[in-house]
């Protein structure tokens, strides 16, 4: 019996609608963790090296992690699986709420979802109950509208994550909405897609379940020790946090403007200020808020940075209220604000450099700045009418259609559009970007980290003497990136694995060393601190595997032409263009992995990988 984790993860066929349980032995568990970590190994097993995105043989892996449903601040998070039909390489997404919260009071640590429903279905989850149902009169409609819809068919306090219109209808980028019109969003990789290509329109859970731990009266007492060493912020102060936090970004030159192409963008900073007009707004758990709540006559809206920065400053667009309605339009159509204000702001590129023909706009005028053609466009990207059948297909493969000099102002890392952080202002960033086993990504995989130790962030006195940094770094220079991406990485797999959110180490500065001893409290694992980087290392090195078998290498770990070449000539970061070649590597060499980027054979061994080393090198 293992203790507080790992006892059920639910299977679900849906070819064939059987259901059943799964144990997972206490080995793999200690080995892997939970989380992302289980989830690796899951689709490592039981896919095949050209196993495609849209297929029944694609699964679809929901994980909660071992201190999920604990005391621990920030412990309601999930995480979601699978191979991505944007990228077609390792797929994943978080999301907050209280959906992880609802699965393991259910009676279930995960859910993987394996084949392909002949129509529209839901999962419903209550008290170790599972029942396939149809879905049919839930699906065509948006995110808001089906949560709703489907607490009235189930239980009022039921907890739902669904696709909209974008996932059913296959947008590459297509994202899964949890907690109806509070928005926690999983993302990234277009996931949701795969829910609509499996004709799963949700996955709803309640459950009564009291959950236990290995040592509950110490894990009560490391958590109150823990939130004792957390500011005593007010609402206003938490606001004034993120005020800073927005500037911070702008300031540092890490904006992302006009397609990554300027330095500055004055209205930024005004839409900055927006942020006084808000209150915080909290996931199960959490003490720190990443959202901001707007009260406006229209209802409560949500203010954050990966949707205003790329639907707003990338598309040169000021204007708070249009913004919040584009949100708004991603959110109930579940499509990911980070690459849908990407495509657009790419579409608007092309359209200037004559590349795309005005005619076939269908009379949108997709100009920058011009607010109302972009909520036009974001809902013709939903629906994949007419132009928005080509956006949906995401970035890269827009790029490719065009042809030409398009490939010259497209942005993205394997195929994921970048996240609103320029990399040009930290090192970090390009090296983490480049190497992520997602493709750009920010928060996935600790690239956050890194990018505070070099003070990009301006977070005051963020350092770790867990990780080896007692003083931040220049964020400019790139001796030694390789080493602190290294780790900062193999610590982000650990959170992602555990799970819990990455604001607790951004904000709380809570350090890998407190996450062991809750880790020990919450299963009796005693893994030291040099077992736990060890651990999180063979996590990173098995998603880096599960690349490697569909033919990654370092000819993908690069970055887009203009972060490479392009100099902004503006903002704090005007002349700099990263080193990416010098940090790639030290990065190999620090990992372990052949110049070509491919794990060596001894460093799989050395990880205890063994089923990995036939693709090694």
Known sequence: MIQGYGENILEVDLTSGKVKVRKIDGKTLQKFIGGIGIAAKILWDETKPNTKAFSS??????????LTGSPMPTSSRCVIAGISPLTNIWGEAHVGGNFADGLRRSGFDGVIVRGKSTGPVYIWIHDS????????????????????????????KAIVATIGPAGEKLVKFASIVCNGVESRVAARCGLGAVMGFKRLKAIVVKGSKVLHFYDEKNLKQAVLKLLRTFPKESEAEKVERYVRVFKGIIDAGGAPIKNWRLGKYEPGYRLAEELRKTKPYFCRYCPT?????????????????????PLGLQCLIGDPEALQDAYTLCNKYGMDSISTGSVISFAMELVEKGLIKREGMEGINLNWGNS????????????????????????????????????EYVVHVKGLELPAHDPRASSAYAL??????????????????????????KLANFISQDLGYPSRLNRFEPKGKGVLVAKAQNFGCMIDSLIACYFLVLYHHV??????????????????LKEFMKTGERIFNLKRMFNVRRGISRKDDILPLRVLTHKRGEGEAAESLPFLGLMLNEYYSCRG?????????????????????????
């Open 57 to 66: 043989e694609n699964l679809l892996v929901f994980m909660t992690g071992p």
């Open 129 to 156: 109950e599972v029942e396939i149902r149809d879905a049919s009169s839930v699906w065509g409609f948006d995110t808001w509208k089906a949560e709703v819809l489907l607490r009235n068919e189930t239980d009022k």
């Open 289 to 309: 808020s990443c959202t901001e709540s707007r009260l406006t006559n229209k209802g409560e809206r949500h203010m954050v940075w990966q949707a205003w920065a």
């Open 372 to 407: 109302e053609a972009m909520l036009q466009i974001i809902k013709k990207i939903g629906e994949r009418e007419g132009f928005g059948e080509l956006l949906g297909e995401g970035v890269e493969r827009v790029a490719q259609h065009v042809g030409g000099l398009a490939k």
């Open 432 to 457: 983490h970007y480049a190497t992520s086993n997602l493709g750009a990504a920010h928060f996935a995989e600790g690239g956050v980290i890194a990018a505070a130790l070099e003070d990009y962030y």
């Open 511 to 528: 350090q890998p060393s407190q996450f062991t001893e809750l880790l020990r409290y919450a299963t009796g694992w005693r893994l030291d």
């Open 593 to 617: 992995w052949s110049e070509e980027g491919i794990p060596k054979r001894e460093k799989l061994v050395e990880l205890d990988l063994k089923e990995c080393v036939e693709y090694a090198v």
